[in-house]
């Protein structure tokens, strides 16, 4: 069963070890007016009690990302349109990354 929502991660509570689970955060480490952003490390430590068979986080290439989850599992090397919304902090690269977190 697919189940798409639009909430803040804290309200939604997966606990199904079929599960496959898609995120698309606000980005860390960059300033964009349209969103007031998240804590991330406290979102990571959230992910870890996910009880899914996968995660997939949808980001920037991120050091932090990268130290936590490991290397990401796919990167799009010409995202620049989606980088002119925010302005980038400490990036390793300004690419689209999808890191895959296997539980």
């Not at 909430?7 to 995120?23: E, H, M, P, S, T």
């Not at 009880?51 to 799009?76: C, E, Q, T, W």
Request: with cysteine.
């Amino acid at each position: 069963m697919l189940e798409l929502t639009s909430l803040d991660y804290k309200d939604i509570k997966i606990d199904d070890f079929n599960a496959v689970v898609y995120l698309d955060p606000p980005y860390w480490n960059t300033d964009c007016d349209a969103y007031n952003g998240i804590d991330f490390s406290e979102f990571c430590d959230w992910i870890n009690n996910v009880n899914a068979k996968a995660i997939y986080i949808s980001h920037y290439r991120d050091k932090m990302l990268d130290d936590k989850f490991g290397l990401p599992h796919a990167v799009k090397r010409n995202a620049k349109s989606t980088l002119q919304s925010g302005t980038f902090k400490k990036l390793i690269t300004p690419y689209e990354a999808v890191y895959k977190i296997n539980k």
